[in-house]
């Protein structure tokens, strides 16, 4: 069985090969003047460092990686070839995310049918809930090896801001309301009730923040300790704890006044009023917490999702976990909009970039496999504990806010994840059990648009025979 060995890092800045953000796709790896991020490259060479093992690596490259690990010594005999470092590919960050893409069909398809794997209806954990983070996570990751060295800052800056500028368009097209049900062959959207907020905005959000970062807050000193890894970026761990500090002053510090909103009832009627006691400071219920009121206040509470998550709360669903009618005495709020990708969720979303950001760090300035998986261990086992600890005291795991809590123990779930498939795929070479996975990995945004937003099922639904019930998925028995 080959062996495949990680990524070490060293190779100059122009002639990196990277990927694009989510995609995972590869760019003129070997390539002498472009790719690298300040680069002339192709604009979507961006993201992950480009370490893709092959199926033969030359002799004595890797050959004893496993048993290496434990020793404590480098996991290559002797330096291979420079051309076949290039052809390399850190196949555990596919991996990890085709894993995650994986597990964002399943929830997707599945959680309707077992809501107890679908996103927590307000307070709590659930495997839905560990997908955005990681994938969050993975973003940070690839870019601390994507932006090691940039040639020039300005270019690289500039680079960044138009492929933020593209995923928050494409996501205004997915997930803004362009597409209606799946069977309901329309399509359009009224631009005063278009949702802005999304998945791919919130990625982007991220991103942007945590390239910025990357390409302009490090100092140029060396790294051999954790220790002078946090000197090093102690500017980007200052960010983190920033926006941390900024956030919990607002969900906790914002007086939430009483509110209301309408929903309409039919064409021919007035839409029907409901109102919102509130008057609190602090509350984070899903009626009167501050994340909802800055949403209202600044993108409007028109643009928000319509289907919000607490409405399969006990209080709000008789088929709770599930969605379902309104119990007799369900409060006001049950169905006001509330989007789960908000403002200032969005603030921690950033946080688990920068964490991801500090992973990748790791990778790039320690060579040894022991010091790598020490490290991400130590993080990640503190991240969850402290997560825990939040959630015990009363700042509970609540993906809808991403309290802090939220953001640590899903942090640091990535990172133990992670540390596992590289130790499996990157270290041992057990690449050939997680081949599909790895593929999923590398064509992620593909496989984001075409199922989980719906446009694969859309397109076949519109190719039907005499009337649109007739179509391949209903004739196949998948459509009923």
């Not at 596919?94 to 599945?110: C, K, P, Q, S």
């Not at 919000?308 to 709000?316: G, I, K, L, N, S």
């Not at 899903?410 to 270290?427: H, N, P, R, S």
């Not at 590398?442 to 009337?467: E, Q, S």
Request: glycine content about 10%.
């Amino acid at each position: 069985m080959a062996m495949y060995e990680p990524i070490k890092v060293y190779l100059d800045d122009e002639k990196r090969g990277m990927t694009d953000l989510i995609m995972g796709k590869n760019v003129n790896i070997g390539g002498g003047g472009g790719g690298g991020a300040g680069g002339d490259g192709h604009m979507d060479d961006d993201v992950e460092m480009a370490v893709q093992p092959i199926s033969k690596p030359p002799t004595g490259v890797g050959d004893a990686a496993c048993k290496n690990i434990s020793n404590g010594e480098a996991a290559v005999p002797s330096l291979p070839s420079k051309s076949w470092q290039q052809q390399q590919r850190l196949v555990s960050l596919d991996v990890f995310r085709g894993l995650t893409v994986a597990l964002m069909i399943i929830v997707d398809d599945m959680g309707g049918i077992l809501p107890a794997i679908n996103h927590s209806p307000w307070n709590g954990l659930t495997l839905a809930d560990l997908v955005m983070p990681f994938f969050l996570f993975i973003v940070g990751l690839s870019l601390a090896l994507a932006y090691k060295k940039p040639s020039c800052g300005a270019d690289a800056t500039k680079k960044a801001v138009l492929r933020t500028l593209k995923l928050l368009a494409l996501g205004l097209f997915l997930q803004g309301g362009f597409f209606h049900r799946v069977k309901d062959l329309t399509f359009g959207v009224d631009i005063t009730k278009m949702r802005w907020m999304g998945i791919l905005q919130r990625i982007a959000i991220g991103y942007i923040v945590a390239a910025l970062c990357e390409i302009w807050l490090k100092r140029d000193s060396n790294v051999n300790s954790g220790r002078s890894l946090l000197r090093k970026y102690r500017s980007q761990l200052a960010v983190a704890l920033i926006i941390t500090t900024i956030y919990l002053s607002l969900l906790y510090g914002l007086y939430v006044p009483d509110w209301e909103y309408q929903i309409p009832v039919d064409s021919s009627s007035a839409p029907k009023t409901f109102s919102v006691k509130c008057g609190v400071r602090g509350d984070t219920g899903s009626a009167c917490n501050a994340v909802g009121m800055i949403d209202r206040t600044i993108l409007g509470i028109e643009h928000l999702y319509k289907r919000p998550v607490y409405a399969r709360t006990e209080q709000c669903s008789i088929n709770s976990p599930d969605y379902g009618p309104l119990p007799a005495d369900a409060p006001s709020w049950c169905q006001a909009p509330f989007d789960p990708e908000g403002l200032l969720s969005s603030m921690m979303a950033i946080v688990t970039c920068l964490v991801g950001l500090h992973y990748g760090h790791i990778i790039a300035h320690f060579k040894d496999h022991r010091e790598r998986i020490l490290h991400w261990s130590i993080s990640s086992s503190s991240l969850v504990v402290l997560g825990l600890t939040l959630d015990l005291i009363g700042m509970h795991i609540n993906k809808a806010l991403y309290t802090f809590s939220y953001m640590c123990i899903t942090a640091g779930a990535a990172g133990i994840l992670f540390a596992a498939i590289y130790l499996m795929v990157d270290v041992c070479g057990y690449r050939r059990p997680a081949i599909v996975m790895e593929w999923m990995g590398m064509h992620a945004l593909m496989i984001f648009v075409l199922i989980a937003c719906n446009i694969l099922p859309v397109v076949l639904f519109g190719f039907y025979w005499g009337k649109p019930e007739n179509n391949i998925l209903t004739l196949i028995g998948i459509g009923k």
